[in-house]
């Protein structure tokens, strides 16, 4: 476990005094939401909900409801992950002690959480009283040639409108349970929807959550606050950011599949021909570690004007790999955004250049 000295932490009080962006981190477990806090968040920006089922049952679970064909086997595997996914949520609202929280709604890439081995497919065909025939021809039907453009986020809400409810069950339900044993913390779920490209698609899934919202909450007679807000991952999303701000309390700019999405660079293979491209200097850096201050900047900048012009006081964050990067960091503050959100270890890196900016600024 990594620790903060006198003398650093005094240093970094400074830097904290000078910055203007808030700092928050991404976590999917209490443990990293812990280490982040002792770091210097202030929040969490992102909370990958599809991390929280990697391991044992969980992800057995979630495989159960990526083959569901019926109703009733969507139902079964959504009752198992309900409970699941309340019990993490406990624990990252405590591990921040009333300290925002935004979750990301499931954005599974299917094609890693499908079974491959023959004794998973095997194991699950059994659980779901299914012949392994059956079960391979849907996990084959499951087959997308452009996974990261394909059936996630956002898109498997509109498909499977229980998804999105059993996750507002788990975060409405964890945060009143944590704010009868806390409170002075005063929880206020900030509910984050991934992939969205258009206002009418953010309707709609954002109807799903606010049903299943206000009805435990007057069920339950608490009083209790909820923001929902939106991802601006797609380049049309962020052209688009006027019309999504009627609805979206907050957006959070997911630099990562932005730049995928703008430059038609894959995530996951670009590092294989980008290195030609350094060295024919036809680019300098790997857009996906240095924020494109150019095309993918322009579309922060626009989204955040229409944003801002729609609903003045609304919040924006980054919550790509890029809230960790100095000079990207630099750049976002220009643009006058509230707060980056990077992995635990990079948060006094942030608070660094965040105040670095700062100063740069007011000059
Ligand atoms: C992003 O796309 O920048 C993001 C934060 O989401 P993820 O990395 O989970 O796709
Ligand atoms: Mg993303």
Same mark, same amino acid.
Request: overall charge negative; aromatic content about 8%.
């Given at each position: 476990?990594?620790?903060?000295?006198?003398? $650093?932490? /005094?240093?970094?009080?400074?830097?904290?005094?000078?910055? /203007?962006?808030?700092?928050?981190?991404?976590?999917?477990?209490?443990?990293?939401?812990? &280490?982040?806090?002792?770091?210097?968040?202030?929040?969490?920006?992102?909370?990958?909900?599809?991390?929280?089922?990697?391991?044992?049952?969980?992800?057995?679970?979630?495989?159960?409801?990526?083959?569901?064909?019926?109703?009733?086997?969507?139902?079964?595997?959504?009752?198992? =992950?309900?409970?699941?996914?309340?019990?993490?949520?406990?624990?990252?609202?405590?591990?921040? *002690?009333?300290?925002?929280?935004?979750?990301?709604?499931?954005?599974?890439?299917?094609?890693?959480?499908?079974?491959?081995?023959?004794?998973?497919?095997?194991?699950?065909?059994? *659980?779901?009283?299914?012949? @392994?025939?059956?079960?391979?021809?849907?996990?084959?039907?499951?087959?997308?040639?452009?996974?990261?453009?394909?059936?996630?986020?956002?898109?498997?809400? @509109?498909?499977?409108?229980?998804?999105?409810?059993? &996750?507002?069950?788990?975060?409405?339900?964890?945060?009143?349970?944590?704010?009868?044993?806390?409170?002075?913390?005063?929880?206020?779920? *900030?509910?984050?929807?991934?992939?969205?490209?258009?206002?009418?698609?953010?309707?709609?899934?954002?109807?799903?959550?606010?049903?299943?919202?206000?009805?435990?909450?007057?069920?339950?007679?608490?009083?209790?606050?909820?923001?929902?807000?939106?991802?601006?991952?797609?380049?049309?999303?962020? =052209?688009?950011?006027?019309?999504?701000?009627?609805?979206?309390?907050?957006?959070?700019?997911?630099?990562?599949?932005?730049?995928?999405?703008?430059?038609?660079?894959?995530?996951?293979?670009?590092?294989? $021909?980008?290195?030609?491209?350094?060295?024919?200097?036809?680019?300098?850096?790997?857009?996906?570690?240095?924020?494109?201050?150019?095309?993918?900047?322009?579309?922060?900048?626009?989204?955040?004007?229409?944003? /801002?012009?729609? /609903?003045?006081?609304?919040?924006?964050?980054?919550?790509?790999?890029?809230?960790?990067?100095?000079?990207?960091?630099? $750049?976002?503050?220009?643009?006058?955004?509230?707060?980056?959100?990077?992995?635990?270890?990079?948060?006094?890196?942030?608070?660094?250049?965040?105040?670095?900016?700062?100063?740069?600024?007011?000059?």
């Amino acid at each position: 476990e990594a620790k903060i000295s006198g003398d $650093f932490e /005094r240093f970094m009080n400074w830097a904290d005094e000078a910055r /203007r962006l808030k700092i928050r981190t991404n976590a999917d477990t209490p443990r990293d939401a812990a &280490q982040a806090v002792k770091f210097g968040a202030e929040g969490i920006g992102l909370v990958r909900t599809e991390h929280m089922f990697f391991d044992g049952d969980k992800i057995k679970a979630i495989r159960e409801m990526i083959v569901a064909k019926t109703p009733e086997q969507m139902e079964a595997a959504l009752a198992k =992950l309900e409970p699941m996914q309340q019990e993490d949520f406990e624990g990252i609202y405590e591990a921040m *002690e009333g300290r925002p929280v935004t979750i990301r709604y499931l954005d599974p890439p299917l094609h890693e959480f499908v079974p491959t081995k023959p004794e998973d497919i095997a194991e699950l065909a059994a *659980e779901m009283n299914m012949d @392994v025939e059956e079960l391979t021809a849907i996990i084959d039907g499951l087959h997308e040639v452009n996974p990261m453009m394909g059936h996630r986020g956002s898109r498997l809400d @509109v498909s499977n409108p229980g998804i999105a409810k059993m &996750q507002t069950e788990a975060v409405i339900r964890a945060a009143i349970n944590v704010n009868k044993r806390h409170p002075e913390w005063n929880i206020v779920p *900030e509910i984050m929807l991934p992939l969205i490209g258009d206002l009418k698609e953010l309707k709609y899934v954002k109807k799903m959550v606010t049903d299943t919202a206000d009805q435990i909450i007057a069920d339950e007679g608490v009083d209790m606050d909820y923001h929902v807000g939106t991802m601006i991952e797609v380049p049309r999303a962020a =052209l688009k950011a006027g019309e999504l701000a009627e609805e979206a309390e907050f957006f959070s700019f997911g630099t990562n599949d932005l730049t995928q999405l703008t430059f038609g660079f894959s995530r996951d293979d670009a590092g294989k $021909f980008l290195p030609e491209y350094y060295a024919a200097k036809i680019y300098e850096n790997d857009p996906f570690a240095k924020l494109d201050q150019e095309g993918v900047g322009e579309l922060i900048e626009i989204a955040a004007e229409r944003g /801002r012009n729609t /609903r003045p006081d609304i919040k924006l964050g980054v919550c790509g790999e890029h809230g960790g990067d100095p000079v990207s960091i630099e $750049f976002v503050d220009g643009l006058g955004l509230d707060y980056v959100s990077c992995s635990p270890y990079r948060v006094p890196i942030a608070r660094l250049a965040a105040a670095q900016a700062a100063i740069k600024h007011k000059k």
